[in-house]
């Protein structure tokens, strides 16, 4: 058994430890006066303020679950607060609040950057994990038919692109074909490539349209040739150039196969024949996209050294990437980022395994950051910013001062009434309550737990439940020492007979606690955590820190003796 005096200098110590760490509860290590003794060690268990205390970023986001059924809905928007989780994570952001509401039908997602006053950042990190779909091509609808008048507008903007073709080619010839990628990025219409200067990377004949096939792999024969004439095909007129080509095995079928990098410049014309309707999609969404991803590497080909970006998919995307190939032989699969087409190759025959490539003709930075970011989570559904807030400190630091000043003010009448009442027991009572501060605040920093004006109620109602406890005890003190029992056999069988209402009383309250903290919202978790912890600590605090005070300071005879020195 440890002495008395052990017992002491054991709570002397904890006292210090603990007051250094809670110390410093509402304000960060790194503000700490410089003179303040282990700032350096005891400053890093830095206080978590939430949003109402610290100022920071409110963000509301709604989902776009309007292509999938309502079960899918609901565990889409489970993966959209993981993958946010995800992202602001990699802002340093500590305790990020992320929650899922409904509101008239419509999912949303709540996002609380407690300490982030750059809110474009924030946005910007949020809106950088991509939306990576797989679509597969649907069946084209007859076109709408159009009017004469219309049709010689477009016969002539037609000739014009031609002409304009004609004159890209001369101009290209004059310069030896030294100025192909300049008039690319000068001229092309086609979005995809025209910054890579047409680049369209090594292609194989099976993904290509017929007419465009036609003239890279049976018109241009030597690398280095430029069409003298535009191709024509269903998207405009094209000016080709063949740049290298290899000859590679196919990885499924084992069989050789010619594969050749070319650029174009895209002139686009306008249909003769009519119109698709205005709400077609030659694209149909399919059930594999970002949820199923695994992982993503950046590849290298092993022919051309080109950058790739592989993709791995869990059990369900690897059965429907298999069903999805099998069904879609000949058929070319999209793959879209974002909601860009980043690539859409023919599909030879059935594919098992759950992996895919990207081929894009990435640069590896491009490559690198493309697989850093579906990493970090690719979102199951889009999802659009509707609210945005900034929450400046102002208001916090207002709280925190009151409520300071509120605790300290109920702390001062709790003590002023233990002592008038209860005297002796009452100055350890309060001695224990200081004692018991100290453990809450570094449990809060400790833990951690995000503090905010909810909390901050939660711990000064169960300081109240603290005194309660004491005053449980003393009452029973009282009224043995009154029965003329001696002081140790007074003490002993006071806290025996108090510790079942005690047990009984807390226990209810923290199963209450529980259930705040399971089913109630951010504020209410904040308020049932903060008071479940102080109940646990004020517990500990009356039956062994004021116990101890008693016994020691007990076995002081004309202490003990002057019974109403402890009020009775």
């Known amino acids: 058994m440890a002495s008395n005096r052990q017992k002491v200098w054991t709570l002397f110590i904890l006292v210090i430890a603990l007051g250094y760490i809670s110390g410093s509860i509402f304000v960060g290590g790194n503000n700490l006066p410089d003179k303040w003794p282990g700032k350096y060690f005891f400053g890093k268990f830095r206080a978590h303020l939430g949003l109402d205390l610290q100022g920071g970023a409110h963000l509301v986001y709604e989902a776009d679950t309007f292509q999938v059924t309502q079960e899918e809905a609901e565990s889409a928007i489970s993966g959209v607060r993981d993958v946010i989780e995800r992202r602001v994570n990699a802002l340093g952001v500590s305790e990020p609040m992320v929650q899922t509401a409904r509101v008239n039908n419509n999912l949303r997602i709540i996002v609380e950057l407690a300490g982030v006053f750059d809110i474009n950042e924030a946005i910007a990190q949020i809106g950088a994990t991509p939306l990576l779909e797989f679509k597969t091509e649907g069946p084209i609808p007859e076109p709408e038919p159009i009017s004469e008048e219309e049709r010689a507008l477009?016969?002539?903007?037609?000739?014009?692109?031609?002409?304009?073709?004609?004159?890209?080619?001369?101009?290209?010839?004059?310069?030896g074909g030294q100025n192909f990628a300049e008039l690319a990025i000068e001229l092309s219409e086609d979005p995809g490539s025209a910054q890579?200067?047409?680049?369209?990377?090594?292609?194989?004949?099976?993904?290509?349209?017929?007419?465009?096939?036609?003239?890279?792999?049976?018109?241009l024969t030597a690398d280095g040739e430029t069409t003298i004439e535009p191709a024509e095909t269903q998207f405009g007129y094209h000016i080709i150039q063949r740049i290298e080509s290899q000859i590679v095995t196919d990885e499924n079928t084992s069989e050789e196969v010619q594969e050749i990098r070319a650029r174009h410049i895209l002139f686009t014309t306008q249909s003769l024949e009519g119109d698709l309707p205005a709400n077609y999609d030659q694209w149909e969404n399919t059930e594999l996209g970002g949820k199923q991803l695994t992982k993503a590497e950046v590849l290298f080909d092993q022919?051309?050294?080109?950058?790739?970006?592989?993709?791995?998919?869990?059990?369900?995307?690897?059965?429907?990437?298999?069903?999805?190939?099998?069904?879609?032989?000949?058929?070319?699969?999209?793959?879209?980022?974002?909601?860009?087409?980043?690539?859409?190759?023919?599909?030879?025959?059935?594919?098992?395994?759950?992996?895919?490539?990207?081929?894009?003709?990435?640069?590896?930075?491009e490559a690198k950051e493309l697989v850093n970011r579906l990493n970090s989570g690719a979102l199951p559904v889009p999802i659009n910013l509707i609210s945005q807030q900034t929450v400046g400190p102002t208001l916090?630091?207002?709280?925190?001062?009151?409520?300071?000043?509120?605790?300290?003010?109920?702390?001062?009448?709790?003590?002023?009434?233990?002592?008038?009442i209860y005297r002796v027991a009452g100055l350890f009572a309060v001695a224990s309550l200081v004692f018991y501060?100290?453990?809450?605040?570094?449990?809060?920093?400790?833990?951690?737990?995000?503090?905010t004006l909810a909390g901050i109620a939660g711990f000064l109602l169960s300081i109240g439940m603290a005194v309660d406890a004491n005053v449980l005890i003393f009452e029973r003190l009282r009224e043995e020492l009154k029965a003329g029992n001696a002081f140790h056999h007074a003490v002993v069988t006071a806290f025996d007979r108090a510790w079942n209402s005690i047990r009984d009383s807390n226990m209810s309250t923290?199963?209450?606690?529980?259930?705040?903290?399971?089913?109630?919202?951010?504020?209410?978790?904040?308020?049932?955590?903060?008071?479940?912890?102080?109940?646990?600590?004020?517990?500990?605090?009356?039956?062994?820190?004021?116990?101890?005070?008693?016994?020691?300071?007990?076995?002081?005879?004309?202490?003990?003796?002057?019974?109403?020195?402890?009020?009775?």
């Open 154 to 175: 477009r016969e002539e903007f037609n000739a014009s692109q031609f002409a304009k073709a004609q004159d890209t080619i001369q101009r290209i010839v004059e310069s």
């Open 196 to 219: 890579n200067g047409g680049d369209l990377g090594f292609m194989r004949r099976d993904m290509l349209v017929a007419e465009f096939g036609d003239v890279l792999f049976e018109g």
């Open 303 to 365: 022919y051309s050294g080109s950058a790739q970006v592989g993709l791995n998919f869990d059990d369900e995307g690897a059965s429907l990437f298999e069903k999805m190939t099998d069904d879609n032989v000949g058929k070319r699969i999209a793959i879209f980022l974002d909601g860009a087409i980043i690539s859409a190759p023919t599909v030879q025959q059935k594919i098992s395994g759950g992996e895919a490539v990207i081929t894009g003709n990435f640069a590896i930075p």
């Open 396 to 420: 916090g630091a207002v709280s925190v001062e009151k409520s300071l000043i509120a605790g300290l003010i109920g702390f001062a009448l709790v003590a002023l009434f233990m002592l008038l």
């Open 437 to 451: 501060a100290s453990i809450v605040f570094a449990l809060f920093k400790l833990v951690p737990v995000t503090l």
């Open 510 to 568: 923290l199963i209450t606690c529980l259930i705040l903290a399971w089913f109630g919202t951010s504020v209410i978790k904040g308020f049932a955590i903060t008071l479940g912890l102080g109940i646990l600590v004020s517990m500990f605090s009356a039956i062994v820190i004021t116990r101890m005070w008693i016994e020691i300071f007990g076995r002081i005879k004309w202490l003990s003796d002057k019974k109403w020195l402890w009020g009775a």
